[in-house]
């Protein structure tokens, strides 16, 4: 198919399609359609074809849908602001995800009716007897088998000083469960209910999660981005997960509850 373009006397600006027969390589003139583009002062347009073929005042006009889409190509579709990941995670746009660090939760936690959060702190190197244990036999079979290794010597040494954080692992696991069983028993009576809320990482927030999960009970992980930790224990309940990127906006929700 081929566009030819032309003035006539009259000022009206034409462009004809013409149909080529492709069994025969040549425009047929019952194929030939034009239609009125533009009306103003006549000017002479050269005649631009492809393909043999010629034009004349009975032909068929085409309509405006087709010819719009046979001369004039698409626009661009930019995405939306807020769609523009690029945009997003740029430095101008910090002020939106700090806002989005303040709004998402504050509307996360509306939707779950959390509304009292008691939150647990503690070192996050705490571990459960029976991990602490595995972890002494690991670190002094490397001490055994290297001796002269310094910094297995060191990790073993860590090791031994935070002895006394196991019974703090189960304390603290104990205090979430009572807290959670007390909280499910007002939640009974018509009364406020309190959420056990951790910082989603290991040690002693793992307790406090693990503690609420053993009887059953919600509670929220405020999570922060770390590159050593991967994700949030699991013992958080999912639709009670956060993981921040500032820490002040986790601090924020930590205590705002």
């Not at 239609?35 to 005042?57: M, Q």
């Not at 698409?74 to 430095?91: M, Q, R, T, V």
């Amino acid at each position: 198919m081929a566009a030819i373009s032309s003035a006539n006397p009259a000022g009206e600006l034409t462009v004809a399609i013409a149909e080529t027969d492709l069994t025969k390589g040549e425009a047929t003139t019952e194929g030939v359609r034009k239609r009125k583009l533009l009306e103003g002062p006549a000017s002479p347009v050269d005649a631009v074809s492809t393909s043999a073929g010629s034009t004349s005042e009975g032909e068929d006009i085409l309509g405006d849908e087709a010819c719009a889409e046979a001369l004039i190509p698409e626009g661009p579709k930019p995405p939306k602001a807020y769609k523009n990941s690029d945009f997003l995670n740029s430095h101008s746009a910090r002020s939106i995800r700090i806002m989005c660090e303040l709004q998402e939760p504050r509307q996360r936690l509306e939707e779950q009716g959390v509304d009292n959060v008691v939150m647990f702190f503690g070192s996050a190197r705490a571990k459960p007897r029976a991990q602490y244990e595995a972890s002494v036999r690991e670190a002094e079979a490397a001490v055994a088998a290297a001796p002269d290794d310094a910094s297995a010597q060191a990790a073993l040494a860590r090791l031994r000083k935070q002895a006394f954080l196991v019974p703090m692992f189960d304390v603290t696991r104990d205090v979430a469960r009572m807290l959670t069983e007390w909280s499910q028993q007002r939640a009974v009576k018509g009364r406020p209910a309190y959420v056990v809320g951790s910082g989603g990482g290991p040690g002693m927030m793992e307790a406090a999660n693990e503690g609420a999960a053993q009887v059953g009970g919600r509670s929220v992980g405020f999570g922060i981005s770390l590159p050593f930790e991967d994700r949030l224990n699991p013992w958080v309940t999912p639709s009670l997960a956060f993981e921040f990127h500032y820490f002040f906006t986790r601090k924020f929700w930590m205590s705002y509850k």
